[in-house]
């Protein structure tokens, strides 16, 4: 036979790629390693442990490809992953080991499975042939976790790490993403393999995302070209699909107001015209009153939550419901749609632009505006330009949304901050509200800031806290001094569990059942782990205070001492309807 | 709305966990489980899970589709009993003197078309797969004479119209 030379070269590069594509026999932890490598993992956040140690000792072997950031507690691996898969649309990656260390992570499992962060979660095991023993540090984590995952699996033998560890990060990716736990025995981190590493492409019994019907697209775009009030309400559906273009286009094109959820904030430019602020319990006035005097509401990439919806027997109940989704579990789960379109929310609004009329719907937008100026004269003003003595943690936010020039990661925990943060905070750029929405888990924040800045080490990440859930994670102030995270810290301190507070102030008469905080020095706390600090108590040093923090190269930690006792309006009482707003 | 019986039949991937997955559906909407079969479907290496559930169609609806949600769930249905054949089997377990001592025994077994398993000189052991009248109807006229032991099994089903399982896996092979 006789080959040219450019058939000896392919014939040689086939050689060699056949050659490096046998297998190589190495441990299991040894492949799990190059199985992050190969998803191009290159940060985890964790704590060793008996079960997971053999998988500790390869990342000692390969700490120059991949970064473990010790977290103080396991909860705060999970978060801090949430964060930087939240602020990067990476998969974040959590360790632990058996047992306890397992234990740690379920709740930010749950936070990840409801606010549809990918994560994939590692967990030690006691070795095979001693499991259902209760030996030292087994716990069932398959499942304990089985509820709050995306999907879950235990390895039992070396040979499965591979393709499992490939599904793993596939599943938690794709599709409407969420968290994934493998548990893997130590017998199978121990033993060998022959290891070659693909990735997964799909899974037989699973679809990621329905392919759109133009069927529905095109029922849409009628209803949506014949509707003189209509309302868009969009999601973190949004973020995840990608779709902030095609959303901004929509807007324009078709002059449709548009309103946030809360996991939908900074999809769109919190500045554009269009956008009309936010729905839900503490949301702004407009978008929850005309809720429920629109004639189509335009719901994108939202799951109809019911701190979004109020009574649902009350809501938007005259309109015709359009539901843009990816997931068909939700189409009617709680509100009963007129067209659902199925599929990921890029591609849906691609082929539903063309099919949408241009339009302005000025008087409809005036209704908007009105009852903005309401909401500002009642709530909004004293918020944020305050005159009483005491501070607000409006003024707090509008200090910060001056100094980032709204290009700040803004990351929140659970609480009256946290809405008061998400309804003033200000966003240029998608990908910045980073918050704890369907669990409202306190302590998310720090861990969570932790994450999105070494997920984002370009941009500034401020966490905005509260002083209770401050304090549920405040030993992760270890890792932002061990590894110089240069995250801004931000802690508003009433001394109070606020949120309670106030539901106790409005429906149990003031009975302030432990709601009331006796706080440490937290100034002296940051210090302790050589974290610049600083506490504010007047107005007249706000400004200023705010200003140096941002202007630091390094983490920087501010209290600020705010009024005790405010409460956050406008409010929906639980159960009542979105008409229903409190402006007071 | 109001509530009936529904068979939710379940077609996925045989693996280790899927079942309590599906079951803490169940569990996490406070929906009792009727009656649940687990077994090999028509198709190779795919598995059939029927459950049967007494509650609305909106409540059947709802947790059929966070069942189809699950990674290796290929496809669930919902049906109601006039939509399928459905059986249930159920074993008997009677001592062998009351086989002599009492003849009406002898007409309930020839009337109630069950099958005699076993019989040795303790006991035997009746047989009887129908609808759950028909075994009820049978556990109520042994009864008198004393049952030893009594199982039924959980119902299983066939549906009147076609079940796409090859089709829905062919279109996932294709999307791969």
Known sequence: MHYNLGDMETLKAQKKKAEEKK???????????????????????????????????????????????????????THAAQGYARVSGRVGVAMATSGPGATNLVTGLADAQI???????????VPRHLLGSDAFQETDIVGISTPVTKWNYQITK????????????????????????????KNAQ?????????????????KPAPEPDLKAIEQAAELINKAERPYIVFGQGVILGEAEEQLKELVEKTGIPAAWTILGLSAMDTDHPLNVGMVGMHGNYGPNVLTNECDVLIAIGIRFDDRVTGNLDTYAKQAKVIHFEIDPAEIDKNVKVDVAVLGDAKKTLQLLLPLVNQNEHTAWRAEFDKKYEEEFATVIEKDIHPTKPGLTMGEVIEQINIASKHKAVIVTDVGQHQMIACRYAKFKQTKSNITSGGLGTMGFALPAAIGAKMGAMNREVVAIV???GYQMTIQELGVIFQHDVPVKIVVLNNDHLGMVRQWQELFFESRY?????????????????????????????????????MASKHPYFLEVRVEKEDNVFPMIPSGASVSDIRLK | MEKQWFTISVYSENSVGLLNRISGIFLKRHINIESLNVSKSEIEHVSKFTIVVFTTEDWTRKIVQQIEKQIEVIKAFYHTDEETIYQESALFKIASGLLFDEPQIQNVIKESKSTIVTVNREFFVLAKTGRRHEIDEMHDDLEPFGIMQFVRSGRITVTKTKMPITEILEEFNLTD
Do not use: W
Not at chain 1, 159 to 178: D, M, N, V
Not at chain 1, 524 to 549: F, P, S
């Open chain 1, 158 to 185: 070396a040979s499965e790490i591979p393709e499992i560890l490939a599904k793993a990060f596939y599943i938690a990716k794709s599709g409407r993403p969420g968290p994934v736990l493998i548990d893997i025995t």
């Open chain 1, 513 to 549: 059942a432990s709601t009331v905080m006796t706080n440490p020095d937290f100034v002296k706390i940051a210090e302790g782990y050589h974290i610049q600090a600083k506490r504010v108590e007047k107005r007249k040093d706000l400004k200023d205070a705010v200003t140096e923090m």
């Open chain 1, 23 to 77: 297998a190589k026999r190495i441990s299991g932890a040894e492949a799990i390693i190059h199985c992050l490598l190969a998803e191009g993992v290159d940060l985890i956040y964790g704590y060793p442990g008996g079960a997971i140690m053999p998988v500790y000792d390869e990342l000692y072997k390969f700490q120059d490809k991949l970064t473990h950031v010790l977290t103080r507690h396991e909860q705060g691996a």
């Open chain 1, 190 to 206: 121990f033993d060998e393999l022959d290891f070659h590493y693909g990735k997964c492409t799909g899974v037989r019994s699973y």
């Open chain 1, 115 to 125: 606010d549809s962060t990918p994560i994939v979660c590692i967990t030690g095991q």
């Open chain 1, 466 to 468: 509260g002083d209770g």
